[in-house]
Nanobody, 124 residues
């Protein structure tokens, strides 16, 4: 059974940094693309970043380009999201998600398995 467990969220001031982790189990992690989604109160879920199974390609939504970095360690079955220069608008519940194959999609329905999420709050 697929299992995704996020950690690393917290409360930071604007300009601060956080590193999210997603521990995966129950499937061959190195065969699947992965993504990070976020959901802010009153807003739809948004794909923030995605990465191919072998990490040779990645995607970022425009609002996080240059500030966030997605990475993975296939030996540790772990996905990461390094977040720098955090802004109040980055406040959301961040969830990692398993793709349907080695190449990522930008369509939310292409990520059938999500973790419970970790909360990121940015406030002064």
């Amino acid at each position: 059974q697929d299992r995704l467990v996020e950690s690393g969220g917290g409360l930071v001031q604007p300009g601060g940094s956080l590193r999210l982790s997603c521990a995966a189990s129950g499937f061959n992690f190195d065969l699947y693309s992965m993504g990070w989604f976020r959901r802010a109160p009153g807003k739809a879920s948004e794909l923030v970043a995605a990465i191919t199974s072998n990490a040779d390609n990645s995607y970022y939504t425009d609002s996080v380009k240059g500030r966030f970095t997605i990475a993975r360690d296939n030996d540790l079955n772990t996905l990461y999201l390094e977040m720098k220069d955090l802004k109040p608008e980055d406040k959301a519940l961040y969830s990692c998600a398993k793709g349907r194959g080695p190449l990522f999609s930008l369509a939310p329905h292409s990520y059938p398995g999500w973790g419970q999420g970790t909360q990121v709050t940015v406030t002064s």
